[in-house]
């Protein structure tokens, strides 16, 4: 039988990543939306490419959630996103509310699933899922270090004009001003970048990564990116159904690694069916390391307003 990804949200990112999971052949989908026919709308205009894409997935569309039942993963993307200007926290409280609406749903009708939280602010809004679903940690993981670590990837491999796929990097922390990226883990066929470039031009690279969304954001004016973000949360959703133990940096609850305790930030996780199976720890340097505390504490700031709410 094929395995159901629930999303929830059936907007720019909602309904594209319900496209990803289905052209990459990974389930069938449950999309639910507020508004009145939206996802049943996607939902039946994704069902009509399936003879073009060549699939057999099915996909569903409602406001009622009881299309999510016997889902194995639950992707939440129904929030407000960012205008130009607009920080990710200023999202915090409208967006604490829509997951105080969805959240006890989808822990009533998929017990069992794992959540991938998308909506911003990331790391605050995975804590509250995970407060409101009452799953056990490792069923609780939020999507941005995958997405933070492709556009790392993407512009260093425009700059050293070289394919995409032969550059690895990683980002950790918070998802917002204060994410690391990691230099040394950024590396071109096993070549670290630090030894490819002259320090400034990699501290531009790491920064014009830090500003990724913003600089989507400042583009489309209307939205935030969603094509990105939507093929991120498809290689998490790959890696947890088809139980690879890949290791992707998402932001889990962390109970003493990386120094950090009884919050969720982004580090590398290795995923399995069973969602977060390992806290995978890497040598940070000082600097890194004290950038990962700051952008901890970054996310802890907004932490009193959401436990307000519960
Ligand atoms: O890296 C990351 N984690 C992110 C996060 C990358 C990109 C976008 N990121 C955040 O995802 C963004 O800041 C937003 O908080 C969410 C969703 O972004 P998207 O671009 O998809 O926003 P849209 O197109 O406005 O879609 C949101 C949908 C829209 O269809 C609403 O009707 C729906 O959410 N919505 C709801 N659905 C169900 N239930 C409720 N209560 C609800 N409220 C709104």
New binding site residues.
């Given amino acids: 039988m094929s395995p159901k990804v629930a999303v929830?949200?059936?907007?720019?990112?909602?309904a594209t990543c319900a496209q990803r999971i289905l052209e990459h052949d990974l389930a069938d989908v449950a999309l639910?939306?507020?508004?009145e026919g939206?996802a049943a709308g996607k939902a039946l205009d994704l069902a009509e490419a399936a003879p073009l894409v060549g699939h057999d997935r099915k996909i569903t569309g409602s406001t009622d959630y009881r299309v999510i039942e016997g889902s194995l993963i639950v992707v939440i993307?129904?929030?407000?996103?960012?205008k130009p200007g607009m920080s990710?926290s200023d999202?915090l409280m409208a967006?604490a509310k829509?997951l105080q609406?969805?959240v006890p749903q989808v822990a009533t009708r998929a017990p069992g699933a794992i959540l991938i939280v998308?909506?911003?602010p990331?790391d605050t809004m995975t804590y509250l899922a995970w407060r409101l679903s009452g799953f056990p940690r490792e069923r609780v993981m939020?999507?941005?270090g995958v997405?933070d670590s492709s556009r790392l990837r993407y512009f260093v491999s425009e700059k050293l004009k070289v394919p995409a796929g032969e550059v690895e990097a990683l980002v950790l922390g918070g998802?917002g001003d204060t994410m690391v990226p990691v230099p040394a883990q950024t590396t071109v066929s096993g070549k670290p970048i630090t030894q490819l470039l002259p320090k400034p031009e990699v501290d531009q690279l790491m920064q014009r990564a830090r500003e990724g969304?913003a600089e989507v954001v400042k583009l489309l004016k209307t939205?935030?990116?969603?094509y990105a973000?939507a093929s991120?949360v498809a290689e998490m959703v790959q890696a947890i159904l088809k139980d690879e133990k890949k290791v992707l940096p998402a932001c889990v609850f962390l109970s003493g690694q990386y120094g950090l305790r009884d919050l969720f930030c982004g580090v590398p996780a290795r995923l399995g069916k069973n969602g977060v199976e390992e806290i995978v720890e890497i040598s940070l340097t000082a600097e890194e390391k004290q950038a990962l505390a700051a952008s901890a504490q970054a996310v802890q700031a907004d932490r009193a307003a959401v436990d307000a709410l519960l």
């Fill in positions: 929830i949200g059936a907007g720019n990112v909602g639910v939306d507020v508004v939206l993307t129904a929030g407000l996103a960012r990710r999202l967006n829509i609406s969805i998308v909506t911003n990331l939020g999507m941005a997405l998802h969304g939205g935030s990116a969603f973000p991120a």
